[in-house]
């Protein structure tokens, strides 16, 4: 079967607004549900907490994935080709298309390949676990890729990230690093008074 890639917006018929019931119903399933994850003929569809479709892996086999009309696991250029528009992010087998939402795994190793599919927030929450893993053995690194995309990281998150960073920081940083943490965590405070004051009006506004 065919399935046309509309990045973050649907996958052949799959639409990432779905929830779990659409899609059994869509594919006339009853029995192929597990939790989060629904599984139909080499199609492992993952939902979020809020029970709607983030992530849709096609294992190799009969379905053809088309992306911009090219067919994703017959192109043995294919990562080549996406290149030249998207830089992909490379960890440990993973290909991570940012643009597009599109994910390869084992295209350059051995094993069974997969592809991926991510809604926007899913592509985000992988495009920084992998940016971590790479920049996990150059604390400075890390500490310019939390200070540039500091506002789409959550205050809890954000705080165990920099205590992470700090110690190296203090130690073996220069003066221009040192800034960039105290920067940081001043934005930090910030961010943690905006939850807070928004926390208090959302409550003030439920007891009215």
Known sequence: MEYIIKPFVSVGKIRFDMTRDDIIELF????????????????????????????????????ELIFEGKNLYKDNNIIKLLSINDEPIKVSGEILFKNSGIL??????????????????????????????????????????????????????????ILDVAPIIYENGNDEDKEKLRAMIEKMDIKFKELKNQFMANKKTTNE
């Open 104 to 161: 390869f795994y084992n295209f350059e190793d051995e094993g069974r390949k997969s592809i991926l599919i991510l809604s926007k927030n899913k592509t985000i929450s992988y495009f920084k676990r992998m940016n971590e893993v790479l920049l996990k053995d150059n604390p400075f690194m890390l500490l310019e890729h939390y200070y540039d995309n500091i506002n789409t990281y959550s205050g809890y998150n954000l705080k165990k990230s």
């Open 28 to 63: 006339g399933i009853k029995s192929a549900q597990e939790g989060k994850n629904i599984f139909y003929s080499n199609i492992h569809i993952k939902t979020s907490r809020k029970g709607v479709v983030n992530e849709i892996i096609f294992y190799e086999g009969e379905n």
